[in-house]
């Protein structure tokens, strides 16, 4: 309550405490997506921690919720607030200094971002064609280095986090909530073969 930053959560809706959503470690700092107030922490190793970056005075309130570190750069993507605008979300860069700047624009709902190992970026949507969220209409946006997009999956239900493994697999957190998310979460593989994709449940 502090350390408030310039556009939380409006009408009184913001969380004194926060709702962190997001967190990687990057060179043994860890670094924190708050979305209710649009901040970006990091935590040193002794458990200190400062602001990084306010998103919420370059971006307003967008609720970033996920990140990823691409290329000495991080990436950050935005749910939006409810009723969501069709293509409202967007991928943001944001510099080791802090600076940001819009990598990419034109989703829906982003609960997962993540670069495959030729820099072809993944855009996990948790709705599409929806403003509010709405089950089976989650899908994954693959973004080639031309710009050129391709649904690669789709009809998920409620997905709510995305990464690669070491194996180099697509691994998706899918039925992350709403009412059946109560012990019927999945996380989904997605393996890639001659660019067709083939998933398979694995138990949790």
């Known amino acids: 309550m502090t350390h408030e930053t310039a556009h939380p959560e409006?009408?009184?809706?913001?969380?004194?405490?926060?709702?962190?959503?997001?967190?990687i470690n990057v060179h043994n700092t860890l670094y924190v997506i708050e979305p209710n107030h649009g901040d970006y922490i990091k935590v040193n190793?002794?458990?200190n921690a400062h602001r990084f970056v306010d998103i919420s005075a370059t971006l307003n309130h967008i609720v970033p919720t996920v990140q990823?570190?691409?290329?000495?750069?991080f990436y950050i993507g935005n749910l939006d607030t409810f009723?969501?605008?069709?293509?409202?979300?967007?991928?943001?860069?944001?510099t080791p200094g802090g600076q940001i700047s819009?990598?990419?624009?034109?989703?829906?709902m982003i609960l997962g971002i993540a670069f495959d190992q030729l820099g072809r970026l993944y855009?996990?949507?948790?709705?599409?064609?929806?403003?509010?969220?709405?089950?089976?209409?989650?899908?994954?946006?693959?973004?080639?280095?031309?710009g050129a997009r391709e649904v690669i999956v789709s009809g998920l239900n409620f997905p709510t986090?995305?990464?690669?493994?070491?194996?180099g697999k697509l691994y998706v957190s899918n039925i992350g909530m709403g009412p059946d998310a109560i012990g019927g979460g999945q996380i989904l593989q997605l393996s890639f073969k001659c660019e067709e994709v083939q998933g398979d449940n694995v138990n949790q």
Not at 10 to 23: K, L, Q
Not at 83 to 94: D, N, R
Not at 161 to 167: E, Q
């Open 10 to 23: 409006p009408h009184g809706g913001a969380e004194p405490d926060g709702t962190p959503y997001s967190m």
């Open 45 to 47: 190793a002794s458990g």
């Open 68 to 73: 990823v570190y691409h290329e000495n750069n």
């Open 83 to 94: 009723p969501a605008p069709l293509g409202g979300s967007g991928v943001y860069k944001v």
């Open 102 to 108: 819009t990598f990419a624009t034109g989703f829906n």
């Open 123 to 146: 855009v996990l949507e948790n709705t599409s064609n929806n403003p509010f969220p709405t089950p089976n209409t989650g899908d994954i946006i693959r973004v080639g280095s031309s």
């Open 161 to 167: 986090g995305m990464t690669f493994g070491p194996d």
